[in-house]
């Protein structure tokens, strides 16, 4: 992985999207510490890890909610 402070991220910009398309990941790196602030991926590799695991009860459960289901963020995070 490519890591890159802000600066010459902008700088180079379709080079560096040119590269993610091919696969490649790219940090960006921000501050005079250079500290790592975000990680650029392809999106078919982003889209393939956004399912959740149950966990314990992997291949054991399964679960799945109706079409009607709804619920507030303030209901969910106050539960």
């Given at each position: 992985m490519k890591t890159l402070p802000v600066g010459e991220f902008k700088t180079h910009l379709s080079e560096i999207l040119e590269?993610?398309?091919?696969?490649?990941?790219?940090?960006?790196?921000?501050?005079?510490?250079?500290?790592?602030?975000?990680?650029?991926?392809?999106?078919?590799?982003?889209?393939?890890?956004?399912?959740?695991?149950?966990?314990?009860?992997?291949?054991?459960?399964?679960?799945?909610?109706?079409?009607?289901?709804?619920?507030?963020?303030?209901?969910?995070?106050?539960?």
């Amino acid at each position: 992985m490519k890591t890159l402070p802000v600066g010459e991220f902008k700088t180079h910009l379709s080079e560096i999207l040119e590269n993610i398309k091919n696969g490649e990941e790219v940090a960006i790196s921000f501050g005079k510490k250079k500290k790592k602030i975000a990680v650029l991926v392809p999106y078919s590799k982003y889209a393939k890890n956004n399912k959740r695991k149950l966990g314990l009860l992997e291949k054991k459960a399964s679960f799945s909610f109706s079409d009607n289901f709804k619920i507030t963020d303030d209901d969910f995070l106050n539960s």
